[in-house]
């Protein structure tokens, strides 16, 4: 896409009520039938993964699985209410439980992302009107490649952040360069798609 053909490049969101880890709860609400009929105009939609592609917030469900579930749930609280610049709240979380290469992988194969109802349908319908698609979240890029290669989103198409490890797996941090790890930077990675 260049700047200069766009039509229109679209941030969505699903309404996905919270429900607990892993467990049966209700269905994510699917925007309408006017509203999709809008996308499937425009040139690129772009959306969240944590709580609207995937029903779970990536980053709790990984704490969780390292042991470190209800503090990071608590920042994920005031990140989300926006009480705590986002950076702070993404430095803090990983602060409290440092996700090792290796831990990361065991959690996507033990407890891989579930991709709200619905969504691989819009999606399929989206892409057959030649909609590309973007993933754009504060979450993690390790943790939505396997979504986006379910979904046929090309990997380029995922703009979130980047877990950082040395050389035996340790973590050692997150790409701070990425718009994603910033408060606003949503925002950022939309304008970047839009010039693109």
């Known amino acids: 896409m260049r700047a200069a053909d766009i039509v229109v490049v679209l941030a969505a969101a699903l309404e996905v009520p919270k429900s607990a880890p892993h467990s049966p709860g209700p269905e994510n609400s699917l925007p309408s039938e006017e509203v999709i009929r809008t996308w499937c105009k425009a ?24 042991g470190a579930g209800p503090a990071v ?14 950076e702070e709240a993404l430095a803090a979380r990983l602060s409290l439980f440092k ?3 290796y831990q990361v992988n065991e959690c996507m194969e033990k407890r891989p992302p579930r991709i ?24 993690f890029r390790q943790m939505f490649k396997p979504i986006a290669l379910e979904l046929g989103i090309p990997p380029e198409n995922i703009y979130a952040n980047q877990l ?5 797996g340790e973590y050692v941090g997150f790409d701070p360069a990425e718009p994603t790890s910033r408060s606003g930077g949503k925002a950022i990675a939309v304008q970047q798609i839009r010039q693109v």
Request: hydrophobic letters at 40%; aromatic letters at 8%; proline letters at 4%.
């Open 116 to 139: 709200s109802p619905g969504i691989a349908k819009l999606i399929k319908r989206l892409r057959a009107k030649n909609v590309d698609i973007y993933l754009v979240s504060g979450g």
């Open 73 to 86: 749930a608590e920042w994920t609280s005031k990140a989300m209410t926006g009480s705590v610049p986002f």
């Open 99 to 101: 996700p090792s290469l």
């Open 43 to 66: 040139d690129a939609v772009c959306f969240d993964v944590d709580s609207t592609v995937c029903l779970d917030e990536g980053i709790d469900e990984l704490a969780d699985f390292c």
């Open 164 to 168: 950082l490890f040395g050389n035996s």
